[in-house]
C-alpha cells in the first residue's frame, strides 16, 4: 500500500511553492499570513521528508536546487487543481460567505476599494475581506487573489477582466499658493511655477504630464524642485501650498470637495479609462467574486 503525504508535508509544499514564486521566506510569509520561522520550519520538514534540498539559500537569494526546480511546477499544478476544488466547492453555494482576496494599489484601494467594502458588507457580512496594497504585480493564480483593480495597459493574458469608470488627470494646487503665485492659463506657463512630482518606485522614471492641445495629446516634464515617490504625497504636498501638482481626479476628490485643492488647467485635462478589475478564470462563479465586482462597478 503506498504511503499517503500527510498534513505537515502539505503544508511544506504550500510554503515551498509560495516561497520559490516570490523568491523570499518572508514574501511566503506575508502572502500566507504567517511568519517567516514558520516557512521556513515548514520547508525544513519538507526537506526531511523527501531527503534532499530543495533551495540553496544564501543571506541574500533564495534558489533553487536541481531537485527544487524539477518538483516546483509539479506542485503549483497540484495546487492550482486544489484551487480549482475550492472554487468549485465556494460557487456550490448561493450566498457569498468565506475570504476575498483583493490586491491593488495604495490609491485605488484608499480611494476606490475602501468605500467599496464598507457597503458591500452591510450585505454581505459572511464575507471577510483581505485588501493586500502594493505597486508591484501579483501573480493572482499563485498568491491565491481572488481579484485584483490595476491602473495602466494590461498584458494579453487568461485572466477575466472589466473596465472601470474612467477618471481624469488634472492639474491642483491649493488656494493659498494660487493666492501668493497667480493661477497658470495654458501648460506652458508651468515653466514660471514651482511644481511637484511624482517618480514611479517600480521604474524610478518621473512622471510625464500629459495635456491635451489643439486636438492631441502631448507630454510636459516639468522642472520640479519636489519629487516624491507616493501619489498621495504630491496630494498633501501641494494642498500644503508648495506648488503645482498632477493627479488623478479620483484621488484629488475629497481634497477638492473640501477646498483644500483647486483644479486649473481643466481645458486641458486628459481622461483616462485604463483602471480594470481583473480574476481568474476559475473565480468565474465564485460569489463573493461576482457580488464584489457588481458592488464595484454600481459605486464606481
Not at 504585480?137 to 487573489?145: G, K, N, P, T, Y
Not at 492639474?171 to 515653466?191: I, K, M, Q
Request: hydrophobic share 45%; with cysteine; net charge neutral.
Amino acid at each position: 500500500m503506498k504511503e499517503q503525504i500527510g498534513f505537515e508535508s502539505l503544508t511544506g509544499l504550500i510554503a515551498f511553492a509560495r516561497a520559490g514564486s516570490l523568491g523570499s521566506y518572508t514574501a511566503a510569509a506575508r502572502s500566507l499570513s504567517v511568519s517567516p520561522s514558520a516557512i521556513s520550519k515548514s520547508i525544513q520538514r519538507l526537506e526531511r521528508h523527501f531527503g534532499f534540498s530543495l533551495f540553496t539559500r544564501t543571506t541574500r537569494s533564495l534558489t533553487f536546487t536541481a531537485e527544487g526546480r524539477e518538483l516546483h511546477e509539479r506542485v503549483l499544478q497540484l495546487l492550482r487543481h486544489a484551487e480549482e476544488i475550492e472554487q468549485v466547492a465556494k460557487s456550490a453555494r448561493s450566498e457569498p460567505a468565506g475570504t476575498l482576496r483583493i490586491a491593488t494599489s495604495l490609491p485605488i484601494g484608499l480611494h476606490m476599494i475602501a468605500p467599496v467594502i464598507t457597503a458591500f458588507r452591510k450585505l454581505h457580512p459572511k464575507v471577510m475581506i483581505d485588501l493586500r496594497l502594493s505597486d508591484h504585480i501579483v501573480d493572482l493564480v499563485e498568491e491565491s487573489i481572488d481579484l485584483a483593480v490595476r491602473i495602466g495597459d494590461l498584458p494579453d493574458s487568461s485572466l477575466l477582466s472589466h473596465r472601470l469608470s474612467p477618471y481624469r488627470l488634472c492639474c491642483y494646487a491649493s488656494p493659498d499658493y494660487l493666492a501668493r503665485c497667480g493661477t497658470p492659463r495654458h501648460p506652458d506657463e508651468l515653466v514660471g511655477h514651482e511644481t511637484v512630482n511624482l517618480r514611479y518606485q517600480n521604474t524610478g522614471q518621473v512622471f510625464r504630464w500629459p495635456f491635451r492641445m489643439a486636438g492631441k495629446e502631448i507630454e510636459i516634464l516639468p522642472s520640479s524642485p519636489i519629487v516624491v515617490d507616493a501619489s498621495e504625497v504630491v496630494i498633501a504636498t501641494i494642498a500644503a501650498g508648495a506648488g503645482i501638482g498632477m493627479a488623478a481626479s479620483f484621488m484629488a476628490a475629497p481634497w477638492v470637495k473640501r477646498q483644500e485643492l483647486i483644479p486649473i488647467l481643466s481645458d486641458f485635462a486628459v481622461d483616462r479609462h485604463n483602471i480594470t478589475a481583473i480574476w481568474p478564470e476559475s473565480r468565474r462563479t465564485n460569489p463573493a467574486v461576482r457580488a464584489f465586482l457588481d458592488r464595484l462597478i454600481e459605486l464606481l
